[in-house]
């Protein structure tokens, strides 16, 4: 049976939750990646280099991250819709006049915009930490924003942490 039009245009899609965890306190950023696909889901955690000392950076990086995530789950993709909580850190994934200032972050940007000129990426603001209750974009927005959280918490109190 052949599939209707709407549906085949929306097969090769990826959509991608994304959320960051970044105390100022300890200096340790992590984040959350949420990906679906018709497939099914995958998610993935991670922490951030040590040139991550924002909140903003971390959501960016975690976005960043959240690209490569798509591509490695369901690498047949033909477009990658990213969902945040985090303005900023959406606003690079689109054409903006100016490029952002700073080192890191200009490194961030380029690397994403590099990835648009492989493939579209769409971007779609959530509320953030969304409980069980909540629609879908926030209740997963919440999920990765207490997976993040629970990554940075057991990194500031492992041992191992300086």
Not at 27 to 36: C, E, L
């Amino acid at each position: 049976m052949k599939k209707p039009k709407f549906l085949k245009d929306w097969e090769d899609w990826v959509t991608c939750y994304v959320d960051a965890s970044y105390s100022p306190q300890t200096k340790v950023g992590t984040y959350a990646v949420w990906v679906r696909h018709d497939e099914g889901r995958v998610q993935y955690t991670g922490t951030c280099p040590p040139y991550v000392k924002d909140s903003m950076l971390a959501e960016t990086f975690g976005v960043r991250r959240a690209l490569d995530h798509a591509l490695q789950a369901y690498p047949r993709a033909k477009e990658v819709l990213i969902c945040c909580d985090c303005k900023g850190a959406l606003r690079l994934c689109t054409d903006i006049l100016e490029p952002p200032k700073g080192d890191h972050l200009t490194k961030l940007y380029e690397e994403i915009q590099d990835f648009r000129r492989r493939l579209p990426i769409r971007t779609k603001y959530v509320p953030g930490h969304g409980r069980a209750n909540s629609p879908t974009g926030a209740f997963l927005n919440g999920w990765c924003d207490r997976a993040a959280g629970r990554i940075r918490k057991n990194i500031e109190g492992s041992k191992y942490h300086a």
